[in-house]
């Protein structure tokens, strides 16, 4: 079914459609202990960058059209014809995917490629300046993210930091109770023990 590169990628489009998620709004595709699904989205990404680039060494938008007439047919006719062809269209919703699934590296990746690609040429870059201002807005805050994740980072640090100061001082505090309290039954024992003796040496003189 999904035999040409075309088809595959309109085949990645549609399983990372989700209606339900904000692209603005980034959070990752499921629970950090469900790591089947956070793999096959990461898959599904790459795969997508690997269509497009034609090749995993590649660094440039191969398949990308950028021609009016090529651009008028859908990815559905592309995949039909058994072409190997994306549309910008198309992988502008998959850089949008990376950044609402929290792939960070493959966001940058696809974002700098596809403003690098576009600005090649005056009619792309008037085309789609709606879209590259988009882009330029979500890089602009995953930079801001970046920055929150690291005072997060900080934070849990500190927090760590913290607790574990605090569990070494309650070891350190039940080690001194523990010590104090045999100390006492030391104690008690030496004073019965001499109580003891005390007792005897009484009765041996009694006697």
């Known amino acids: 079914m999904f035999d040409c590169p075309s088809a595959q990628f309109l085949a990645i489009e549609e399983a990372l459609a989700e209606t339900n998620r904000r692209i603005a709004m980034p959070s990752p595709a499921a629970s950090d202990y469900d790591f089947e699904i956070l793999d096959v989205v990461l898959e599904l990404l790459f795969a997508g960058e690997y269509l497009a680039c034609g090749g995993a060494q590649e660094l440039e938008l191969k398949w990308i059209v950028s021609s009016e007439e090529q651009e008028r047919k859908t990815q559905l006719e592309m995949a039909i014809s058994g072409g190997s062809e994306i549309r ?120």
């Open 88 to 207: 910008i269209g198309g992988f502008l919703k998959l850089i949008k995917y990376s950044f609402n699934y929290e792939a960070w590296d493959v966001f940058r990746r696809l974002s700098t490629k596809i403003i690098s690609f576009i600005q090649k040429s005056p009619a792309l870059s008037e085309k789609y300046k709606s879209d590259i201002q988009i882009i330029n807005l979500l890089q602009t805050l995953d930079k801001y993210l970046i920055h929150l994740r690291k005072l997060k980072h900080m934070k849990n640090e500190a927090v760590k930091a913290n607790i574990a100061a605090a569990r070494e001082a309650n070891k350190i505090k039940a080690s001194k109770t523990a010590e104090s309290a045999q100390n006492e039954a030391a104690q008690e024992t030496k004073e019965e023990t001499t109580a003891k003796t005390n007792s005897k040496s009484k009765k041996s003189a009694k006697s």
